[in-house]
């Protein structure tokens, strides 16, 4: 199995730590507000990485996080409390609103059919972690004090530019210079913001006999050494948590435990729509229960995005994804087809064919070219299910006994060519979901969506 590798930017042959547990952890939303379409398409990509593992024979322990503590809006330790933007826009207490859109973002997750992690990790449960964390770091010398909280020194860290390749000469000229004029050097990040006199903000923790909050960044490190140890094989996220996130969470937890974080590090690009940037002014943040409304599976949606590769350019429309919810209906009733016809056979070069596809850097659009082109069996199609998760076996089964008599009346009717009952015939099967093809083998049910 080969994954490209973000760190060295390179594809790799996977040889996990421990075959017997392969460490994942991949990271999770703040919970503020509704996750849109593009938020999930990381957590469609990640729940192929784990299929594919298993299919590969490997035993998968992923950790995911939920971030319900407030952080700032800006990766740059600036801006507004994402939390409690949500609660003065909602009306509510910054905890329910973590809850509330926590329960959100987990049932789009299982409406997607995505894989239960091994874990999913509250930041708020791991502030004694994330506090023991920064004393280490401070008693090794990485961190100082400013009015604001507690920093990162990253020029103590001498590696700290080499994973998101940054140039810091650049950074510090293109800096604002009257923001925190504390920090030592641009770069330097929170691991804890001290709450000022005054400031609204409803989470907070004592440290240091002052009342606060963590970084963003270090939760990350906490929940990985908590959870998984010192050394990971898979950390996975989006393509913008390399030049900060990443490299922050890089930086602290190498600084603290001195051993590597993570072997392999797996990046997906980001989902447009309409060509243009995802974002609310621009009013195109669908979110899974708007792609319900407009008649659609959030399964056809996992089908669009599997339609492309993770590390690609993907702009979503709505004629994309009709396109898809096509697609995927003809694959139901290719393997509705195969169900009848008794194409049972357990073994088949196409299984290997879209694993070896899928099991090099995750190449779902390969997979599914070689599905398209070739003839399946119903196992085939179960194989197929078990990989990518797309539900295109779970509702085949025998039909009704009323049912089968209904198609094998209307056989009846056209061979006597009484086409009149036919049609009521058809009309009743469509009542059911059911269309009926005629071809060399019979009759064949096909769903009609």
Not at 1 to 16: A, C, G
Not at 349 to 378: R, Y
Request: aromatic share 12%.
């Amino acid at each position: 199995m080969k994954l490209f590798n973000t760190k060295s930017k390179s594809i790799e042959e996977f040889k996990p730590i421990n075959p017997d547990e392969v460490k994942i952890y991949t990271c999770g939303p703040t919970v503020y507000d509704y996750p849109h379409i593009g938020n999930y398409a990381s957590y469609i990509y990640w729940d192929l990485l784990i299929r594919t593992l298993i299919k590969n024979g490997y035993t998968p322990k992923r950790i995911l996080n939920l971030t319900d503590v407030g952080h700032l809006t800006s990766d740059a330790d600036e801006g507004d409390d994402k939390l409690e933007k949500g609660a003065k826009r909602e009306h509510k207490t910054v905890w329910e609103i973590a809850e509330f859109y926590s329960n959100i973002f987990l049932d789009g997750f299982h409406k997607l059919n995505l894989l239960e992690p091994a874990k999913i990790c509250r930041a708020t449960d791991y502030i004694k972690q994330d506090i023991a964390i920064i004393d280490e770091l401070t008693k090794k010398g990485y961190t100082y004090e400013t009015a604001d909280g507690i920093y990162f020194d990253t020029s103590k860290f001498k590696n700290y530019a080499d994973f998101a390749r940054l140039n810091l000469d650049q950074l510090k000229a293109g800096a604002r210079v009257e923001f925190s004029d504390e920090k030592r050097n641009v770069a330097d990040f929170a691991v804890w913001k001290f709450i000022k006199p005054g400031e609204d903000h409803a989470m907070r923790w004592d440290y240091l006999g002052r009342p606060g909050y963590p970084g963003w960044h270090i939760e990350c490190s906490t929940i990985i050494h908590e959870e998984l140890g010192e050394t990971i094989d898979i950390h996975t996220g989006g393509i913008d948590h390399i030049p900060v996130h990443h490299t922050n969470e890089i930086a602290q937890s190498e600084a603290a435990f001195e051993k590597t974080l993570s072997n392999i590090w797996m990046h997906c690009d980001f989902i447009t729509i309409d060509n243009q940037k995802i974002s609310k002014s621009l009013g195109n943040t669908y979110t899974i229960y708007q792609l319900i409304e407009k008649d659609f599976s959030p399964l056809d949606y996992k089908m669009w995005v599997y339609q492309g590769h993770y590390q690609g350019d993907r702009n979503f429309s709505f004629d994309d994804l009709k396109a898809a919810k096509t697609r995927r209906l003809k694959w139901i009733n290719r393997a509705a087809e195969a169900f009848q016809l008794g194409k049972i056979d357990p073994e088949s070069d196409v299984q290997k064919l879209v694993l070896d596809a899928v099991s090099n850097n995750l190449n779902s659009a390969e997979a599914f070219s070689i599905i398209d082109n070739n003839n399946l069996s119903f196992k085939d199609w179960q194989f197929i299910d078990e990989l990518f998760g797309l539900k295109i076996t779970d509702d085949i089964k025998e039909l009704s006994e009323e049912t089968k008599k209904l198609i094998n009346d209307r056989t009846a009717a056209r061979a006597e060519k009484n086409y009149e009952l036919a049609d009521q015939i058809r009309d009743e099967l469509a009542k059911q979901n059911i269309s009926v093809k005629d071809t060399e083998n019979g009759p064949i049910w096909e769903y009609l969506k």
